[in-house]
């Protein structure tokens, strides 16, 4: 079947090359102030050149093409009411990129540098994220530039309403299933969930992923992301007879997945140094309090400087950059970009060996060259940090037959995605000339999986 449409379809003279670089050029001229997106493909069309060039089928399909075009992009409205009393007016966005292996999953930010090209990189990198899950979970993403900081729980709840009664429209158990990101916690999890419970009039628990554990939550799903960094840092360090025992480790960040992630790492022996929040970063040479970062961030969300009113010992740095204190292992854990050149020159100068992506795309394309060509043992994030969509989609699973597993049952299902996701990465990089590159493999790994299903089914 597949070889009667090859034929059919105009054949192109052009080598792999001359692909990749001519669709990336195009999307940089229809998309040129996106750049968030625009480095979010590059990443990916560097690393696909060579799939190109052993499969032209994907070539003459145009699945480079449609897999940079998102299914559907949606905007709208959020009007809300401050306790003040005064009217405001926010965006909301919804971004569904593939369907491909199944419903659009992703998670909503809520953050005010939110706009179509954040949440289209976000939700262009979920498509490969979900694929090397091995869950059948399509890719999509959302959010809003609304800024929850400072923001009181009532004006939370009443955002969070307005933006469901829109959002309620384009999502569903098998259509499109919303989860946290930054901004984004069990506490909003829980507003969105039940304005789109009263909306629609019926209990569908798998529309949403990150709930209280009282009402379809999955154990596990808080610390999974976290977790799911470390072990997947965990297995790289082994395949190079080095382990997390010992080793002084950063941090970026103080929220969902920096918190989880200084927790595994902390088990695994390590000692972790530092963290940080918009603001600066708190440095503790006697290893970072978790559970008051905990305390602090989770419970009373305060700025992370609130930890040396217990710790006067520990050290704050207003506006400083996390990544000035020396470390082994580095785990970048707050937002995009927070990593670039000159920094991994300072990390790689500082005697780093391993850095491990918590963050969405944490690094930029020059960071990572310089990790590469250092010979840094380096996770990237879509790899590194799909443990968090995985345990979503397993709380998909347990909604759909209405049960619940123990945390103990979730952990272990979870180190196992890690671990084949890392095999999966370094057999796709062996097998395409990259050994040892973990973004390339990672990047081949999850596309190969999508791209035979838009194969199969059609040029839809
Ligand atoms: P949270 O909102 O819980 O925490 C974000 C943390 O990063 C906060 O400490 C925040 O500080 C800090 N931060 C955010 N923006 C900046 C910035 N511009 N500069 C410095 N620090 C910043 O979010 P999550 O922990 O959920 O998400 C963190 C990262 O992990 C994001 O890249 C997200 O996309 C990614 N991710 C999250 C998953 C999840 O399951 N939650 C899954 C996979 C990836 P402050 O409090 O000052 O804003």
Redesign the pocket.
Known sequence: MLGAMENKLQHHNRTAKEYVQGVYEELKNRNSHETEFLQAVEEIVESLEVVFEKHPKYMELGILERIIEPERLIAFRVPWVDDEGHVQVNRGYRVQFSSAIGPYKG?L?F?PTVNASIIKF?GFEQIFKNSLTGQPIGGGKGGSDFDP?GKSDLEIMRFCQSFMSELSRYIGPDTDVP?????V?GREIGYLYGQYKKIKGTVEPGVLTGKGLGFGGSLARKE??GYGTVYFVQEMLKDNEQDFSGKTVVV???????IYAMEKAAEFGAKVIAC????GYVYDKNGIDVELVKQI?EVDRERINVYLETHPNAEYVDGGSVWEIPCEIALP????N?IDEATAKTLIENGVIAVGE???M?SSLQAINQFLENNVLFAPAKAA?AG??AVSALEMAQNSSRIAWSFEEVDEKLQEIMRNIYQNSVQAANEYGKEGNLVAGSNIAGFLKVADAMVEQGII
């Open positions: 998670g930010r953050h976000l900081k989860a946290g990101d930054i901004g916690g999974a992301t970026s960040g103080s929220g969902n997945v920096s940080s929040d918009s603001n961030k854990c707050a937002t995009q927070e918590g963050a969405n944490p940090n968090g969509v």
